[in-house]
């Protein structure tokens, strides 16, 4: 089972093949950084525009790279959402249109699906993957959710950002520090040079029972922080992203311990965006009781191989799409069911 696989939900054009026996054989990616940088953050319709430039191209990458022809294909895979509604609908008509000229079957991949299954690919490919049932911790620019994995499209909410997503929380505290866009990565490196001692930020909700997480007091506190120091030097800035981003992952470690006491499901698959974390990674590595799995860095963030994956096991389960292009800009990962 080939599967051509097309990422669109947001400012990342990823286009992937993978082989449900060969593994990936190729994966490409068009990152649109430098279109919305200017803006400092994604302007939606500039997105839309770019994916339209650049899918046939990327398309013709993969084939190429993997030395595939469109009449290799045995599946299209696309985003279908929760993402940028111009952007979803780029990656869905191209992907259902080319599926439907083939005739070949096509899948709607739910985007946060693909992130929590990604680490899963790498055990395809020879290391051991995790048993389930696994907790999941989705961290991404738009998500921060504790999910109890019990199988593919089986999943239970355990907790929930109230209000900003971890990686919406980095983007903003380097904005507010002139770190640039998108800031995350660029926090992260900032704070490698930080005193850990100089401030102690809130780690917000850790005091009362739940697993559920907020960071926009977090984000206020950053906010006042670089108010009460203004002008700042490189040496503040580097110590309130270290602040800062202690504070997350203290937040982040201190729930996902709390999940796998209380779910007795000792293994971890930490996903999305902030999962390219290292110090993250480290954190929840050594604090867990279970082991703690996650993607190499390039398939934490935004990419056509996970979309290609989460289709590949959806259509290898029977999963076809009907012929009509639906796309959701919110959509549950609670509302999946499996293929
Ligand atoms: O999964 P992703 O690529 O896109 C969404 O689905 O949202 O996640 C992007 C988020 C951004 O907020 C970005 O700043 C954050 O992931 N991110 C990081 C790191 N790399 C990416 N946050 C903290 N540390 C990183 N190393
Ligand atoms: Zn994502």
Same mark, same amino acid.
């Given at each position: 089972m080939l599967t051509l696989g097309i990422e669109t939900s947001c400012d990342e054009t990823g286009v992937a093949l993978y082989h449900a026996t060969d593994g990936l054989l190729a994966d490409v990616l068009f990152s649109q950084v430098d279109i919305h940088a200017k803006y400092g953050g994604v302007v939606p319709e500039l997105a839309s525009r770019d994916h339209i430039r650049k899918l046939v191209p990327l398309c013709r990458d993969v084939l190429t790279q993997a030395g595939?022809?469109?009449? !290799?294909?045995?599946g299209v895979a696309y985003t279908a959402g929760p993402g940028l509604l111009g952007a979803l609908l780029v990656g869905a008509s191209f992907a259902r249109s080319l599926a439907w000229g083939l005739d070949i079957p096509a899948v709607g991949v739910h985007h946060m699906e693909a992130h929590l299954l990604a680490p899963l690919m790498e055990k395809d490919s020879g290391t051991v993957g995790p048993p389930l049932p696994f907790i999941a911790l989705l961290v991404s620019g738009g998500h921060t959710q504790l999910v109890e994995v019990n199988g593919i499209g089986d999943y239970r909410l355990l907790g929930e950002s109230l209000d900003d997503a971890a990686g919406e929380a980095f983007d903003k505290a380097a904005k507010m520090l002139d770190?640039?866009?998108?800031?995350g990565p660029l926090l992260a490196r900032c704070a490698e040079?930080? !005193?850990?001692?100089r401030f102690r930020f809130p780690r917000p909700m850790? !005091?009362?029972?739940?697993l559920d997480f907020s960071f926009s007091g977090l984000k206020t506190f950053t906010l006042n922080t670089v108010r009460d120091l203004s002008p700042l030097t490189d040496k503040d800035r580097a110590d309130i992203a270290r602040a800062f981003e202690d504070a997350v992952i203290d937040t982040l470690a201190i729930k996902c311990l709390r999940a796998v006491k209380e779910t007795g499901v000792p293994h971890l698959v930490l996903a999305g965006g902030v999962s390219a974390n290292r110090r993250l990674r480290e954190r929840l590595s050594a604090e867990l009781p279970g082991t703690t799995y996650y993607a190499k860095p390039e398939l934490c963030t935004d990419n056509g191989a996970m979309i290609a994956y989460a289709g590949c096991l959806r259509l290898q389960a029977g999963h076809r799409e009907p012929l009509a292009i639906v796309v959701r800009a919110r959509w549950p990962i609670t509302e999946l069911s499996p293929p």
């Open positions: 595939k022809s469109l009449a !290799d294909l045995d770190l640039g866009y998108p800031g040079n930080g !005193d850990p001692t850790t !005091d009362r029972p739940g």
